[in-house]
């Protein structure tokens, strides 16, 4: 049987890029291309940057990684103006839909049901011991 070690480098990245193909064959059943990106916006009042947000896209999905707003600038539609952006975004290459994970009955859920996103999934005592929803935006 093989040793299982943890290791701090670039071993496992490397090993993962030679067999993903195959793996990813054999997990979906399909060849799956898999162009996977990371794209960052900021907002920008001024000289001054007032808020950030990450999108991943991947599998023609995108994934709200991070939305943050400085909270002076907050409750003036800078995250709702930023989504918008990773919409377009994500439209551009060809994403069906957005999610996002985020503590469930919490303000931040509110604030994406109120961008027009859904719960699809609930996951119990995922992040920090904490309910995690799951939230999903259609596009197209």
């Known amino acids: ?24 064959k054999t997990a979906w059943a399909f060849t799956v291309v898999w162009h996977e990106q990371i794209v960052d916006v900021l907002a ?8 950030t947000a990450r999108l ?35 439209n551009y290459y ?3 839909k957005m999610t996002i994970g985020v503590l469930a009955g919490g303000e931040a859920e509110r604030f994406f049901e109120a961008c027009g996103y859904h719960r699809e999934a609930l996951l119990p005592q995922h992040d920090f011991k904490l309910d995690v929803a799951m939230l999903r935006k259609f596009l197209l």
């Open 44 to 51: 920008i009042e001024g000289e001054r940057t007032v808020g």
């Open 56 to 90: 991943r896209i991947a599998a023609s999905l995108g994934h709200v990684e991070r939305i943050v707003v400085d909270p002076e600038f907050r409750r003036r539609g800078t995250g709702r103006a930023m989504l918008l952006e990773l919409d377009d975004i994500a």
């Open 94 to 96: 060809n994403c069906h």
């Open 1 to 24: 049987m093989a040793e299982i070690v943890r290791v701090a480098d670039e071993r496992g990245e490397a090993f993962y890029r030679q067999h993903a193909r195959t793996a990813l």
